[in-house]
């Protein structure tokens, strides 16, 4: 099984994360990190569940919220500058530039039937449009330098004004092409594209889809591949896009959308790390096995941050039949009672994004808005990873063991040896 998957599944995989698209489009996301954060802290401050806070804040609330509309408000503005300039830069093309006429190009897709800017769309909303319409600009400026239907100076100017005429004529046509779809024929470029990936987007949304996700992501790792990596650029939109609308339906204090939001695989799933391996490592800590142990007390450092790499290479778990099996399977049991428990609304739903480094417990807490009933079933989750994982443990803490014993006698036998020998 595992030759099968070694190799006919994961070169498959691989050259899908490899995908130059698909890892500009993982970066240029990641751009918008830092003000979704941000925005996030300041809507903590400012809608901490404690009634005294509230009446403590009063009227500077709604101004502790403000940045959430610059920050989340403008995740589609923000991909779109982040995706192309990767996107160019992976081309070798002058990122710059093509990162300002995709910004352009996007900008003229989200005009109102008035031909006003929709700001609406620069947000959420707009997050699928800025990611096609970043590829599509940068490909058509890509085929117009190859080709060399440009305009070039001679060698004597300036390179600024050189390289502006060597882009007016591909961001002219891109220019073109987007003003005669969304504004001759009254196109809305953001509902089509939304209803392209439709299909993606529900399936990502519903527990079948996380599930499969989950295994995919697993079944990399188990083969040495960084699973989550390799499938964000697909993912990471989807989940980008959930978050900011569950942020803002909580700022206007009304019910949240979205259950699979960003948050809820890293935070409930990923305890210590993909495979939710915490429980492995508390486990490896009480162990009688030295190099468990020891492996054990080098991974708890990192895992408390959900880095987990000592210890599925340490122990290891890549390539591991017997520990691939709890690898695989606690997250998807995980997975299925948390959706569970937050679609009949007994736990908190994420609202918040927050760094994927934050320990246990204290990420349940910020990413739910502070809500204690998805603090204490984060609890809970870290007692079912060890109940999961320990049986399989015992096993091969009992091979290790042997292993342990059998040089150790070789070891008491050679010293024998030596000791008649003298």
């Not at 050259?15 to 802290?41: C, D, H, W, Y």
């Not at 995709?102 to 707009?126: E, I, W």
């Not at 990923?270 to 020891?294: D, E, H, N, Q």
């Not at 399989?392 to 008649?420: C, G, M, P, W, Y």
Request: hydrophobic content about 55%; overall charge neutral.
């Amino acid at each position: 099984m595992i030759h099968f998957i070694e190799d006919k599944v994961v070169p498959i995989l691989i050259q899908v994360g490899e995908n130059k698209i698909l890892v500009a489009v993982r970066n240029g996301i990641a751009l918008t990190l830092p003000f979704t954060i941000t925005g996030s802290l300041f809507l903590i401050v400012a809608n901490l569940p404690v009634p005294s806070w509230a009446d403590f804040l009063g009227p500077t609330a709604s101004k502790l919220s403000a940045p959430v509309a610059v920050t989340f408000g403008a995740i589609g503005l923000i991909s779109a500058i982040g995706i192309s300039y990767n996107l160019a830069k992976a081309y070798q093309l002058n990122a710059l530039t093509c990162s300002a006429v995709a910004t352009v190009v996007f900008l003229l897709a989200q005009l109102s039937n008035n031909y006003q800017l929709n700001v609406d769309n620069l947000g959420a909303a707009g997050l699928f449009s800025a990611i096609i319409l970043s590829i599509v600009t940068v490909q058509i400026m890509r085929v117009f330098v190859m080709k060399n239907i440009v305009i070039t100076l001679p060698d004597g100017v300036p390179p600024a004004v050189a390289q502006s005429f060597v882009s007016l004529i591909p961001a002219a046509v891109v220019i073109m092409l987007v003003w005669v779809v969304r504004v001759m024929l009254n196109v809305d470029i953001n509902s089509f594209f939304t209803w392209l990936v439709s299909p993606l987007v529900s399936g990502l949304g519903s527990l079948p889809g996380m599930l499969v996700l989950i295994f995919l992501i697993s079944l990399l790792w188990c083969c040495g591949i960084h699973g989550d990596n390799i499938l964000s650029g697909i993912t990471s939109p989807i989940f980008l896009k959930y978050i900011a609308e569950n942020t803002q339906a909580y700022l206007n204090h009304q019910p949240i959308p979205h259950i699979t939001a960003d948050g809820f695989y890293i935070v409930f799933m990923c305890l210590g790390g993909t495979g939710a391996t915490l429980g492995l490592v508390l486990a490896m800590l009480r162990s009688r096995s030295k190099m468990y142990k020891s492996v054990g007390k080098l991974s708890l450092p990192s895992a408390l941050f959900c880095i987990n790499e000592p210890v599925i290479f340490g122990c290891p778990i890549v390539f591991n039949p017997l520990l691939m099996i709890p690898f695989t399977l606690t997250p998807m049991i995980l997975c299925t009672a948390t959706y569970s428990l937050m679609y009949f609304d007994i736990i908190g739903r994420p609202v918040l994004q927050i760094p994927w480094t934050m320990p246990p417990l204290f990420a349940a807490w910020f990413v739910t808005g502070g809500n204690i009933p998805a603090v204490i079933w984060s609890v809970c989750t870290l007692v079912i990873s060890a109940l999961v994982y320990l049986p399989f443990f015992k096993i091969a803490e009992r091979r290790q063991l042997e292993r342990e014993a059998a040089a150790q006698d070789a070891e008491n036998a050679n010293a024998t040896v030596s000791d008649s020998v003298f």
